[in-house]
C-alpha cells in the first residue's frame, strides 16, 4: 500500500478518535448543569446529549472549512501529512491528560495549537496565516469573556422577572425547562466541536492529493459526526463534577440562565464561522451566572485554576505537537 495513503488512512482514524475522545471529555459541559440540579438523570442526560452532538454535528461545515484553509495552506505545507498526523496525536495526548485529572481544558485550544507548532516545525514561523490564524485566537478569548457577561445578563433578568414567585414552583418550572436548554447545549456543541476533525480529515485528504477543493465531503462529516455521538454517549463523569459542582452550587434557575447563555455564544460562534471552546464557553456562562446571584458563592479557586489550564494549552499543545513532529521524521 502507498505510503502517503496509509499516513492518510492513520489521520483519518486518529481524528476520529479525537472526536470520540471530544465527545467524552465535552459531554459535561452539555449536561453538567441538568444533572447536577436533577432535571436529568445522568443516563438519560448522556443519551439525550449523544443524539444532539450527533444531530449538531451534521447541522454545517462552515467551521470546518475554516479550520481547513485559514491556519496554515493545506495546498503548499511542507510535509502535509505528517504535519498533521503529529498535531492530532498531540491533541489527543493533551485531551488524555486533562481528561485523567478532571480539568476541563479546551479540545479546541488543543488543536489549533497543535496543528500551528507541528507546520513551524516543519516549516517556521512564516508558514502560518496570521490573519485567519489570529481570527481563530481572538475568537477562543473573546466567547468565554462574552459568556460570562452574557451569563450575568441573562440571569440578572431572571431575577427581576421572578423576584415575587413563589420559589419552590419557580424551581420545579426552570428543573422542567432544562431539558430543553440542555438539549439546546449539546446540539449547539455539535455544530461546533465536531467540526474542527472534519477540518483536519480535510487538510490531510488535500496534502495527499486526495481533494482539490476545501469542501467538506459527506462521509467526513458523517464519520465526525458518528464518533462525536459515541464518545459523548461514554460521559465524561469526572469532569462533570467539576463544571456541575465545583465552580458554583447550581439551582435550576441558574442552569437554565448558564444554558442559554453559551448556546446562544456557540450558536453565534457557529453562524460566522468560527471554532470556540465549548468548556470555555460554558464555565465561563457558569461563572457569569454565579457572580450575578451571589459572588461570593462563586469557587473562585477552581475558576482560577481552569483559567491557568486555558492559558497554558495552547503554548503545550504546540509543543508536544512539535516534538512528536519530529519523532515522526524519524520514522515516516
Not at 11 to 25: C, E, P, R, T
Not at 47 to 62: E, I, R
Not at 229 to 247: C, D, E, R, Y
Not at 276 to 288: E, K
Amino acid at each position: 500500500m502507498d505510503h502517503l495513503l496509509i499516513i492518510t488512512i492513520a489521520i483519518a482514524v486518529f481524528a476520529l478518535v479525537f472526536d470520540f475522545i471530544n465527545g467524552f471529555h465535552d459531554t459535561a459541559n452539555a449536561i453538567a448543569t441538568a444533572v447536577s440540579t436533577k432535571a436529568l438523570k445522568p443516563r438519560h442526560a448522556i443519551l439525550m446529549a449523544a443524539l444532539l452532538n450527533f444531530v449538531g454535528a451534521l447541522y454545517s461545515t462552515g467551521v470546518a472549512k475554516t479550520v481547513t484553509k485559514d491556519i496554515v495552506d493545506p495546498f503548499t505545507l511542507m510535509n502535509g501529512s505528517v504535519v498533521i498526523l503529529a498535531a492530532l496525536l498531540s491533541a489527543i495526548i493533551w485531551n488524555l491528560v486533562t481528561w485523567y485529572y478532571g480539568i476541563p481544558s479546551s479540545s479546541s485550544h488543543a488543536l489549533i495549537g497543535s496543528v500551528a507548532g507541528a507546520a513551524i516545525a516543519s516549516a517556521g514561523f512564516g508558514v502560518l496565516h496570521y490573519s485567519g490564524f489570529v481570527k481563530i485566537i481572538t475568537a477562543l478569548i473573546i466567547s468565554p469573556l462574552l459568556a460570562f457577561g452574557v451569563g450575568y445578563i441573562v440571569y440578572s433578568v431572571f431575577k427581576v422577572v421572578f423576584k415575587n414567585s413563589n420559589l419552590t414552583r419557580t424551581n420545579r418550572n426552570f428543573r422542567f425547562f432544562q431539558i430543553f436548554t440542555a438539549g439546546l447545549q449539546a446540539f449547539s456543541h455539535g455544530t461546533n466541536d465536531a467540526q474542527k476533525a472534519m477540518g483536519i480529515i480535510t487538510m490531510a485528504l488535500i496534502a495527499a492529493n486526495m481533494q482539490t477543493g476545501t469542501e467538506i465531503q459527506r462521509w467526513v462529516q458523517v464519520a465526525c459526526a458518528t464518533a462525536m455521538g459515541l464518545g459523548t454517549a461514554v460521559g465524561g463523569w469526572k469532569i462533570i463534577k467539576t463544571v456541575g459542582g465545583n465552580i458554583m452550587k447550581i439551582r435550576p434557575a441558574n442552569g437554565v440562565a448558564a444554558d442559554l447563555s453559551s448556546a446562544l455564544i456557540i450558536f453565534g460562534a457557529t453562524h460566522i464561522h468560527l471554532p470556540v471552546s465549548t468548556t470555555h464557553v460554558v464555565s465561563s456562562s457558569i461563572l457569569g451566572v454565579g457572580s450575578s446571584h451571589r459572588i461570593k458563592g462563586v469557587k473562585w479557586t477552581t475558576a482560577q485554576r481552569m483559567v491557568v489550564t486555558w492559558v497554558i494549552t495552547l503554548p503545550i499543545s504546540s509543543l508536544i505537537a512539535a516534538l512528536v513532529y519530529f519523532i515522526l521524521q524519524l520514522f515516516l
